[in-house]
């Protein structure tokens, strides 16, 4: 079963999506990491997603679909968690076009749930490791005071997008954009709403829970 986590910045999709992955042994398609990833390559498509990123844009849809359309066909049937895509109503209809043409569905529709101050709280706060992509807080999970990743040496920094101004319109994006999908996912039956609030290890088992684990 293919499972979409979607919310907002913030809401702690990355995180725990990557938990979700170690307990049950799926892919993580993140096109949030694949763009900075991308970006870090200096390739062509880092090259053209870089001029939105930044701004806390969203990367056009045309770009993106394409991108994930290339890895769901990598994956070759592994399940996977996709995680920041789709983000508008053109990328959920591509994603179901996508995985009926390569004989998939869409197991369920999670979406974190998480009140706004406590997401730019969030954001203005995290900081990730460059090298391997670790996250940390400066209020909740403090990254070494040297800035060297506890687990893998890496510099830690904080991302252009975390920046006030651009978080403000990356929620900005989210709500025109992204927000629209609680209902296409309610109206077909997929949505379920987990609390996004509180300790990383209690909505992950809430998480859990929603998923049937
Ligand atoms: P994230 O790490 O998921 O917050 O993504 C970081 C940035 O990558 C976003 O602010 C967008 O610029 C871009 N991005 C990631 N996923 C998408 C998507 N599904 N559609 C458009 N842009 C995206």
Do not use: W
């Amino acid at each position: 079963m293919n499972i979409l986590l979607f919310g907002p910045p913030g809401a702690g999709k990355g995180t725990q999506s990557a938990m979700l992955v170690e307990k049950l042994g799926m892919a993580h398609l993140s096109t949030g990491d694949l763009f900075r990833a991308a970006i870090k390559g200096g390739t062509p498509l880092g090259l053209e997603a870089k001029k939105y990123s930044e701004q806390g844009k969203l990367v056009p849809d045309s770009i993106t679909i394409g991108l994930v359309e290339e890895k769901i066909k990598d994956l070759k049937g592994v399940s996977f968690i996709l995680d920041g895509f789709p983000r508008t109503v053109p990328q959920a209809d591509a994603l179901a076009g996508l995985l009926e043409k390569n004989g998939l569905n869409l197991g369920q529709a999670v979406f974190l749930s998480v009140p706004f101050d406590l997401l730019f709280r969030r954001l203005t706060g995290r900081r990730v490791c460059s090298n391997c992509g670790n996250t940390y807080h400066l209020e909740t999970a403090p990254p070494p005071a040297n800035s060297v990743c506890e687990k893998c040496g890496g510099t830690v920094v904080q991302r252009k997008d975390d920046m006030p101004d651009v978080i403000k319109t990356r929620l900005e994006a989210y709500e025109a954009n992204t927000a629209p999908l609680k209902d296409y996912y309610r109206s077909r039956g997929l949505l379920t709403e987990v609390d996004g609030t509180g300790e990383v290890q209690g909505v992950f088992e809430r998480l859990k829970t929603a998923l049937g684990h």
